[in-house]
């Protein structure tokens, strides 16, 4: 397991107070394998169509996936938060996927957003990949390394070195996407 630490202001005379948010190795597994099944499922997606959010839960070592389909892609994706927010008092681990937009450079950008938990985690984690679409050029493409978002703060590659390493392990454990990902490099 490995902590971060954030600094917050406690008490009247400004004194320092350390939180620690940690990630257990479950969650950043089970992050990495999402990702690679999202991306699998988005590699492909025609013009227009978006991912369909999913999510894994593992209770017991078993692993249970879901998709979240709806009228729209809000509703869809709400309908997931709250089956992951439910899902925080009986499953030891899981991460829920979506397609997103990330805005850089003035301009948004498609990536894979995946909110991830394990028991021991205060709050969510969130690990964002960027891509490019399968369409218009024909060819899916996955931009940069994955970014970790703690606490709504976006870490450094440096200071989650080690999450980071067991994002790709569980990117390489996914069957179908251990050859294809650095494909898509």
Known sequence: MITFARRSLAGALGARRLNVTPIPEAASLLAGFVLAHAAWSASDL????????????????????????????????????????????TADAWAFARDGLLERDGHKVDVISVDFWARGMSSPATLMQEYRPFAPSGKFKIIGDPIIVIDGVKQSPAVVADVLERVRAGIHSHPKVANLWNTWQ
């Open 46 to 89: 025609p013009k227009g169509e978006m991912l369909v959010p999913l999510a894994v839960v593992e209770v017991k070592s078993e692993r249970h996936l879901e998709r979240f389909e709806a009228s729209v892609q809000d509703k869809a994706i709400a309908a997931g938060k709250a089956a992951m927010q439910s899902a925080m008092s």
